[in-house]
């Protein structure tokens, strides 16, 4: 199944599927562009033409690769139920569901870990902290304020509930070198539901 739908220009789309399979097998720096022209049948200036470069590729193909996760995510997650504690693990499930259904989007998330070029971790971050903030203010957004406990500060719980994830995720690819498999990605699960579980104790009526 194509990970991308370009109807209106078959041949731009079969450069992004030819680039997504070589970016995910060699990463970055050893990606060929010359591979990715052959694969596509088109020429290099085609594609030059459409991405201006091979970074210029690559951040197309990282921004999508985060968007899908994002929108596969929100698809899941049910924003009639008012419930934060609800929609965020909703919003864990949905996200490593969508990792596992992903195969090569992860593996492009993966070795984005060994990428060394400053322009790329600029502009990559700058997606991230984008879909990062974006998400937590959907899920954060028209909320049910009366099931927290009257004595607690309702702003500063969801800064540590958005904290701790943050923090949970972060500590989670260091320990395990970035590799979303099934395995890790279900450690990943059950460490945020463990905290959902205390905040909702802690913060909750």
Known sequence: MSEFLEKIDVRRNRILEAALVEFADKGYRKASTNTIVREAKVSKGLLFHYFISKKGLYVFIFKHAKD????????????????????????????????????????????HELIQDEEILKETKAIIVHNTEESFEKIFNNIDYHLFDETVNIDRSLNVMRWTIERITNDWKVSNGCKFTKKTLEVLKMDISHFLDLFRAAFYR
């Not at 419930?83 to 949905?94: K, M």
Request: proline share 0%; no cysteine; aromatic share 12%.
């Open 68 to 111: 899908t996760v994002k929108n596969d995510t929100y698809n899941k997650v049910d924003f009639a139920d008012r419930d934060v504690l609800n929609r965020l693990y909703s919003a864990t499930v949905a996200k490593i569901d969508s990792y596992n259904k992903h195969k090569l989007f992860t593996k492009i998330l993966e070795r």
